[in-house]
């Protein structure tokens, strides 16, 4: 309920975005999953007036939580065209380096859901350009996640 208060003010975000996180990495985990937590931080991703600082600490929040599997078909459930297209344009401005690598690591762990999946169609020219870039990335990690993006996007549809 804090974030969708005060979803544009940067001090609020940040902190709450790190709590939650830091929550999320202890036995509360699950209280976590369930609350509107995650559903405050996805929507506070759509707000246009979040700072750089704020959005890092969004997407490094869920891109925590999208590595446990409740959180991940917790954020697919609330997943919708909108959000979509925000974490696709996140991953693919490099200039903002951490908020593009955590985008695409939420896009990532989600793909495995046909749900995701179908969203994901509508944006496979803007997804093979950020993985183009990623793959070319000086960062082992980007290249990393760039190959596995590609490989769970293969095993889940047409990808070209």
Do not use: W
């Not at 975000?13 to 202890?26: D, E, P, R």
């Not at 065209?81 to 695409?104: D, I």
């Not at 290249?143 to 549809?157: D, H, K, N, V």
């Amino acid at each position: 309920m804090l974030l969708s208060a005060h979803k544009t003010d940067p001090v609020i975000v940040g902190h709450t975005a790190c709590i939650i996180k830091n929550l999320s990495l202890s036995k509360n985990r699950q209280r976590i999953i369930e609350s509107l937590c995650v559903e405050g931080l996805l929507q506070t991703m759509l707000s246009t007036d979040i700072q750089e600082d704020c959005l890092h600490c969004v997407t490094s929040c869920l891109a925590e939580l999208a590595k446990q599997e409740g959180a991940t078909l917790c954020m697919v459930q609330r997943m919708d065209e909108p959000l979509t297209k925000c974490l696709v344009r996140l991953a693919g401005q490099l200039e903002h380096t951490e908020a593009s690598f955590q985008a695409a690591s939420i896009i990532q762990h989600m793909t495995g859901h046909e749900k995701m999946m179908l969203l994901v169609k509508r944006h496979i020219g803007e997804i093979q350009a950020y993985l183009k870039n990623f793959l070319t990335h000086r960062e082992i990690r980007f290249q990393q996640l760039g190959i596995s993006t590609f490989c769970r996007l293969r095993e889940g549809t047409s990808f070209p």
